[in-house]
């Protein structure tokens, strides 16, 4: 119950905040306000993330972008693996093909 | 597109139709200038709706989409690193497509984007080009349990 009405709160919060947000993206210097804010919380965010990083490699701990190389890696694993997969699903057509050309007698 | 020639929803011949609807806009090079070069868009899986998710990549070129092509995986991403990334459950796309404001979407969370957001929300006013290509399409919804 409680979490439902905290839900129905969050909801509502969401919906007063983008209503003020839509009013503000409606004039142009609000746009240019509201993206010259996102612009700095993000660059103060990449800052943060950039220290936290140093501090993580200082201390001999793993920090995000190494999760995300990894994730990269095997993202690349995945695609050579779907890759061979496909080739060898073509391959046994072509063997199939090339057996019932040998075996009807046009040699 | 001709009425009674819907498409389902992020399947290859959808997303051919809105790139083209998209690209014969006038405002659309200048709504693209100055921004990343490509973006992916993720559908989050939302059981029974959309059993896996699902993640179409679109490059731009000349102030035109280049190319845009539903991924096999959306692990794809992460090799082809995106300038922008927009992720939202099967159902707040939904809403989106059929209206719904962007912009509460994603205050409230349910649309996450990673990128240059400064950039994006200095573009909010071009939303119309994405809404006219989208309303030029008739998409069809994929049943419940279906996979595009």
Known sequence: MRRGLAGILLEQGARAVGRAAGAVMSDPRGQEAMARAVGLAQRSLRLFESAQEHALHAAGLAARPDYNELRKQVARIKRKARELSDRLEVVPTQSAGAARSDGDGSR | ?148
């Not at chain 2, 399947?11 to 806009?25: I, Q, R, T």
């Not at chain 2, 989050?44 to 845009?68: D, F, N």
């Not at chain 2, 929300?121 to 809404?131: F, K, S």
């Open chain 2, 1 to 148: 597109m001709a009425a009674g020639s819907a498409v389902i929803f992020l399947s290859e011949p959808w997303l051919a139709a809105v790139v083209a609807a998209a690209n014969v806009h006038p405002d659309l090079p200048v709504a693209l200038r100055g921004l990343g070069h490509d973006l992916a868009a993720v559908v989050e899986a939302e059981p029974p709706v959309l059993r896996r998710a699902v993640a179409v990549y679109g490059r731009q070129e000349g102030g035109r989409i280049a190319g845009a092509r539903v991924l096999a995986d959306p692990d794809e991403i992460w090799e082809l690193e995106p300038a922008y990334v927009v992720r939202a459950p099967f159902r707040v796309w939904k809403a989106l497509l059929s209206g719904g404001d962007a912009i509460q979407a994603a205050l409230s969370g349910r649309v996450k984007v990673q990128g240059d957001l400064e950039g994006l929300i200095r573009r909010a006013g071009y939303r119309y080009i994405v809404d006219a290509a989208l309303g030029s399409v008739e998409t069809e919804f994929a049943e419940e349990g279906a996979s595009p």
